[in-house]
């Protein structure tokens, strides 16, 4: 008896589409929900620029700056390894240098403190 071959997985869902989804949790007072979509987003795509943002803007509002500093350094640095004008695929599209000029306020911010 020949059998069926299993059906392939289905592909994980694009970085926008996950990322929409935890905008969806965040609306809906879910930031337990919305952290962990984002983090499981940051680990499946770590140069998905406006996920590191959401993430990190996430745990600083939850008052967990420690762990929101390394996600903008990790913003800053691939941010800055693209040329200023590049547009970068997310909820909206928005050029490279604005994710840099983010983590920086965010950064020198941090440091005044």
Not at 16 to 39: M, P, S, Y
Not at 51 to 78: H, I, N, Q, S, V
Not at 92 to 105: C, G, H, N, T, V
């Amino acid at each position: 008896a020949s059998r069926a071959a299993p059906a392939p997985p289905s592909p994980p869902p694009s970085p926008a589409r996950l990322h929409l989804q935890a905008l969806e949790r965040i609306e809906e007072g879910n930031v337990a929900g919305a952290t962990a979509v984002l983090e499981l987003l940051v680990k499946q795509a770590p140069d998905y620029l406006p996920g590191l943002l959401e993430l990190a803007l996430l745990r600083e509002r939850a008052g967990a700056r420690d762990a929101a500093f390394p996600l903008m350094r990790a913003l800053r640095t691939r941010a800055g390894q693209l040329p200023p004008d590049t547009l970068v695929d997310g909820p909206e599209a928005l050029p490279a240098r604005f994710y840099l000029a983010s983590a920086d306020a965010y950064l020198n911010l941090g440091a005044l403190e």
